[in-house]
Each structure stands twice: as structure tokens, then as C-alpha cells.
């Protein structure tokens, strides 16, 4: 059989539900094969962050070099890059092997209110890894870093959004689990604006919906899909993970990966 390959970049989080954990549960559910290469290991579970330990920019490098000269990836995920060595490995890792597809989620803080991000890295963010990028997926928190002022309202973030889009040459998806009342997110990309409704579930068990959300992105980007519907179908696999009602932890609980693997699921 084939499976399209889909490497992520990102941080591991002990907890399992965002990270590398969250982004290979993703891929396994969207069809796709997934690879990882870790940037740091977070000692993390759905009340918060203990404990981070990074990845060398050699050590990431090999990881990525691995990957790349043996099963080069249809899509690559980019999530947690805490600092500015590990962002510059990445970027020319990603121009060397001309990588496609490359979803950049850039992420500052866990929902648990975790800085994951050094505050000197956020520029390198923009300026080496969005040039990169096919999409960026900013929540609204980081879409105010990103645009340097407080956006209170759709019409503000579209503005944001567009802004970025422009700049950097990349989509923005600019996510609005953040916002009251709603769950829409806004697709910006060439000047167009594509708006994906969403109900906003009642539940504090949004860990990892970010990371969730670009790993199926990416996965239906390497599948073949067009952006708009490689976001559209990864939206409606967030909201059928969430929706699933899962409920593990003391904090803000994981999502249900495997919600729609029919017949691998046994209650307990
Ligand atoms: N309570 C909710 N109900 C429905 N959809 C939600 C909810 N919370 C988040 N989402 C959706 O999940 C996706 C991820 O958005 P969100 O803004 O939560 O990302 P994030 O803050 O980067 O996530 P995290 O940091 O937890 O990984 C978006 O499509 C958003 O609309
Ligand atoms: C490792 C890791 N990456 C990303 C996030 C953001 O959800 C998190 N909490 N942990």
C-alpha cells in the first residue's frame, strides 16, 4: 500500500495531547504516515509546563537530515521552536530540500498559559520560517504579537491577517478558538478571505486543538487537497475531536484523536 508522508517539526508533550504526540495521532487519523523530528521535550500535562529541555541545532538538524534523504515528506508541520538557533536550523533545513506544503503553527503560549517561546525568537519566526510557509495558523493571542495591537473583533483580525499575508507571502489562518461565542477562523490568502463557521463547544478541554488542527491540515495538503479544503477538512476533524467529549486530566484535556476510527474504540 502507499501512504503520503508528513513529517511534523515540533515539541513533545509528555501528556500526550498536543506536540509531536498530538500532530502523529492527527496524521495516523487523517490517512497519512507520520514523522517526527523533536525540537524540545516538554515535561507538560493539562495543568501546565514544568520543565523544558531543547534540542541542540546539530541533534535537530540530524533528525531532519534523516527524514528528509530517506522518505522526504509530501507536507511538513512546524509547531513549538522555542528559540532562535533551532528556527535558523530549520529554515535552512527546509530551503536545502526545497520541502513542500510546510504549515507553520507559530506557537508563543500553551492554553495552559505556558510562554513557549524565547521573546528574541518571535522575529526569527517571522522573517525565516513564514517566508517558508504555504500557512500560518496564529490564534488570536498570537495574531496580536504578530500585528502589534489588540484586535477585538473579526473585521480587525481579517485586517491582521491580510496584513501578514501580504508581507510574508503566506496564507494566515487566523484561528478564532480565543474568542468568545464562536469558534469561526478566518482563511486569508492573495487578497481573498474564506471564513469556516464554528460552533464554539462548551468544554475546557481545548489542549492541543492548535497542533491538531495544522497536522490535518498538512495531512490533507500532502493528500492532494487545495488549501481551502485542506482547511476545511481538517476544521471539521478539530471539531469532531473535541465534540467527542473526552475527559482525562485535572486541567485543560486532550481531544479525541481516534474519534472517527470506527471500530478501534472501546469504551472504558
Ligand atoms: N471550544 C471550542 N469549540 C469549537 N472549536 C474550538 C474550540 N476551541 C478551539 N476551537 C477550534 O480549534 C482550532 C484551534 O484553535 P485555537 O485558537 O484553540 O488554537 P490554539 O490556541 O493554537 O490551540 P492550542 O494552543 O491549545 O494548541 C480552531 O479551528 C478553533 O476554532
Ligand atoms: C509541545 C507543545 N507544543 C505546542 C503546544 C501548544 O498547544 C503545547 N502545549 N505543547
Known sequence: M???????????DSSGGAGIQADLKTMLANGVF????????????????????EASPEFLKAEIDAVFTDIPPAAVKVGMVASVPLIRTIAA????????????????????????????????????????????????????????YEIKTADK????AKAISEKYGCAVLAKGGHAIGNADDYLVWDGGVRVFRGEHIDTKNTHGTGCTLSSAIASNLAKGAELSGA????????????????????????????FDLTGTYIDV
Open 231 to 258: 482547511v476545511e477538512k481538517a476544521k471539521a476533524y478539530v471539531t469532531g475531536a473535541i465534540a467527542a467529549g473526552l475527559e482525562l486530566g485535572h486541567g485543560n484535556g486532550p481531544l479525541a484523536h481516534g
Open 93 to 148: 533545513c527546509l530551503r536545502e530540500y526545497r520541502a513542500e506544503h510546510v504549515v507553520v503553527d507559530p506557537v508563543m503560549v500553551a492554553t495552559s498559559g505556558a510562554r513557549l517561546i524565547a521573546e528574541d525568537a518571535v522575529e526569527a519566526l517571522t522573517e525565516e520560517l513564514f517566508p517558508l510557509a504555504e500557512i500560518i495558523t496564529p490564534n488570536l493571542p498570537e495574531l496580536e504579537v504578530l500585528a502589534g
Open 2 to 12: 502507499k501512504l503520503k508522508p508528513v513529517l511534523t517539526i515540533a515539541g513533545s
Open 157 to 160: 483580525a481579517v485586517e491582521a
Open 34 to 53: 507520520g514523522m517526527s523530528a523533536v525540537t524540545a521535550l516538554t515535561a507538560q500535562n493539562t495543568r501546565g509546563v514544568t520543565d523544558i529541555l
